[in-house]
């Protein structure tokens, strides 16, 4: 299933410095974006999230962007923080159904 | 701040056998869900239920699976005679109502391992 795509499988970032995290993806029919945040041995945890109506919706040090016309989701999380570290999931909702994306490990290093 | 609880979090089952997979969604949310992440691949959609009927279920939601809210609290995934390949996390979720722009909160899964 490639309708929803996480190109980067991990990134590093410095303490205080920005994250930025994407997902591309392919259905147009999706209207709801969801990021959730991952931890070993624990569920998906929501985070943020952004209706296909608006293109930007932000939460704290979290701001999710969408693209429409590029089909293309990101979070940016400012200013990074070593408990951030984790993986960070994209899902998106169609039909009341959430298809992820493979996630993207984030390293915040002190 | 209320949570889906999921039991076991760890099941060992012989192939062939059946194994019901417990969840205990948040207390007022009226739309749930099963989800399966097999290791190393993507969390997928397997089924969703509301008003004590499925709503939509993934091709990978065939006869060897049901679902069932058997009393006000609980929601159960029951595979009736388990493979190799279902070995997996699987999720448990749960959404306030049907309105389409909430979020779904996830519990902390149950490793089934399948022998």
């Known amino acids: 299933d490639q309708q929803v795509k996480q190109n980067s499988p991990s990134l590093s970032v410095q303490e205080g410095r920005i994250s930025i995290l994407n997902c591309d993806y392919t259905?147009?029919?999706?209207?709801?974006f969801l990021w959730y945040k991952k931890y070993p041995a624990e569920g998906p945890t929501f985070l943020i999230s952004?209706?296909?109506?608006?293109d930007k919706n932000e939460d704290g040090r979290f701001t999710v962007f969408l693209n429409k016309s590029a089909k293309h989701l990101s979070l940016h999380i400012v200013p990074s923080q070593p408990g951030d570290s984790a993986v960070y999931f994209c899902?998106?909702?169609?039909?009341?159904?959430?298809?992820f994306g493979g996630g993207t490990r984030l390293m915040v290093k002190p | 701040e209320p949570e889906v609880t999921q039991t076991p979090s760890h099941q060992v089952t012989q192939m062939g056998q059946e194994v019901i997979l417990r969840c205990v969604p948040i207390s007022n949310h009226l739309y749930f869900y099963w989800y399966r992440q097999i290791l190393g691949q993507k969390v997928e959609f397997l089924v969703s239920?509301?008003?004590?009927?499925?709503?939509?279920k993934s091709e990978i939601f065939d006869d060897q699976f049901s679902v069932e809210r058997p009393d006000g609290s609980n929601f159960t995934l029951k595979i009736r005679s388990t493979k190799l390949e279902d070995s997996a996390m699987y999720f448990c979720?749960?959404?306030?109502?049907?309105?389409?722009?909430?979020?779904?909160?996830f519990g902390d899964g149950t490793r089934l391992s399948i022998l």
């Open positions: 239920f509301y008003n004590n009927e499925i709503s939509e």
């Open positions: 979720a749960s959404k306030l109502d049907r309105v389409w722009n909430q979020p779904q909160h």
């Open positions: 952004i209706s296909s109506i608006k």
């Open positions: 899902a998106l909702n169609a039909g009341n159904m959430l298809t």
């Open positions: 259905n147009s029919m999706f209207d709801y």
